[in-house]
């Protein structure tokens, strides 16, 4: 991940109440009825009880409070999950299965037929964790998290976008790409490693800004004809890479939480939740590659010059895009054999305020409210700060 502090420390926000929240709440009662598989395991009916009605059981209860440290850090997951939960119902809104832009969704299919499938269940996870993460807070008797006085940024006016406040900014990212090339390399950033973008995406759209430039009934060929149907390519595949960037930041994220983690119940749930973050990873890292690819390589944003090359002609491991894998890297030291591995796990390049920092360089947060940086950033230095002890 990228480092950069941009934004000095005060206060955070710590309201528990709001209409956001209760919404959350309903979003995801919705999301256990379209998501069959979840049912039976208590997840909506956990979110949507009480501390003291969670606390009715007895197993629950002997788990006794938290620490200041796994609080800390349940938090801070919480405000990610939060950051994650708007940024993909944008997408979702869009361009997911129940999608109300037509022609957005057709460009992210030339990526993989599948797509709109994908970003609608990946919306619901990250609901989901959201949801979880801030009841078990309260079940606990800690503070949850509620950002909803920075939903603020303004929506898309393209067709599919509800006119709501959010929390991120899709409209003109700039996307770290250098993932790519670090899980095809056998070195790890944790080790002092560092790497090149493999795409240049700068101040580009990930989802259409409105009907004008991009209209919701355009055609999808493959190669796009046209410069509106290839402004939508281009903003479809930087929605591919960005998917990707997101998601192997939590995958770092959970594993540099879990090994602060003093309750055996909150390792699990970190590790619980970060193993889905990882899974999430796998399947953007497949479908990006699609975008660097023939026959769709070769796209030039016209608005912007963006452009995604063909990676294989370039050649060797570190461009193939078919190889999605993590290559076997250094870990822990360069005397011992390599490893495949998520990386980096230590706070500087993957811990709470490395992941505030690098949303803040992907222009994520762009429009905010300086208290906005000041409490996220709060949040982020107490997770930091955590560390695992004798409970």
């Known amino acids: 991940m990228q480092t950069r502090n941009t934004t000095p420390s005060v206060i955070e926000h710590d309201d528990p109440s709001g209409t956001r929240d209760e919404d959350l709440q309903a979003q995801w009662r919705r999301v256990v009825g379209r998501r069959s598989f979840l049912k039976g395991l208590g997840l909506a009916g956990a979110a949507a009880l009480p501390g003291s009605a969670l606390l009715a059981d007895p197993a629950f209860a002997d788990s006794g409070p938290l620490t200041a440290g796994d609080a800390a850090i349940l938090r801070l997951l919480a405000a990610i999950e939060l950051i994650e939960s708007d940024l993909w119902t944008q997408y979702n809104e869009l ?17 993989d037929s599948d797509m709109p499938q994908y970003i609608a269940d990946n919306t619901d996870d990250e609901l989901s964790h959201a949801a979880f993460l801030n009841a078990y807070l309260r079940s606990k008797g800690a503070q949850p998290v509620n950002l909803d006085e920075f939903r603020t940024l303004p929506s898309s006016k393209a ?3 509800r006119q709501i406040g959010r929390l991120t900014n899709l409209q003109t990212l700039d996307v770290d790409t250098s993932w790519y090339v670090r899980y095809r390399s056998t070195k790890n950033p944790d080790l002092g490693a560092t790497f090149p973008q493999a795409v240049n995406i700068q101040r580009e759209p990930a989802i259409p800004l ?20 290839t402004r939508m390519q281009a903003i479809a595949n930087t929605a591919g890479f960005h998917f990707a960037y997101i998601e192997q930041g939590g ?35 497949d479908k990006a590659g699609n975008a660097v690819a023939q026959p769709l390589a070769g796209v030039t944003d016209p608005k912007t010059g963006v452009t995604f090359p063909d990676l294989n002609a370039k050649g060797g491991e570190l461009n193939q895009t078919n190889l999605i894998l993590p290559e076997p890297c250094q870990f822990l030291h360069r005397s011992l054999p390599a490893c495949s591995i998520v990386r980096p796990t230590l706070d500087d390049l993957g811990g709470a305020v490395a992941t505030i920092n690098s949303f803040t360089a992907d222009r994520l947060f762009e429009g905010q409210s300086p208290k906005f940086f000041q409490t996220v950033h709060k949040l982020a230095r107490a997770a930091d700060d955590a560390s695992r002890s004798a409970a």
């Not at 997911?96 to 957005?104: D, I, L, M, R």
């Not at 355009?218 to 410069?227: F, K, N, Q, W, Y």
């Not at 995958?251 to 699990?268: C, D, G, I, N």
């Open 251 to 285: 995958s770092s994220l959970y594993s540099v939480m879990a090994l602060k983690a003093t309750s055996l119940e909150v390792l699990r749930i970190v590790v619980s939740i970060g193993g889905v973050e990882t899974n999430h990873f796998s399947l953007w890292h």
């Open 95 to 111: 361009g997911g299965v129940n999608g109300g832009n037509s022609a957005y969704m057709a460009a992210l299919s030339n990526l």
């Open 159 to 161: 067709t599919g976008a």
């Open 210 to 229: 409105n009907d004008a430039e991009t209209p919701p009934g355009l055609p999808a060929p493959v190669p796009p004809v046209g410069a509106q149907e």
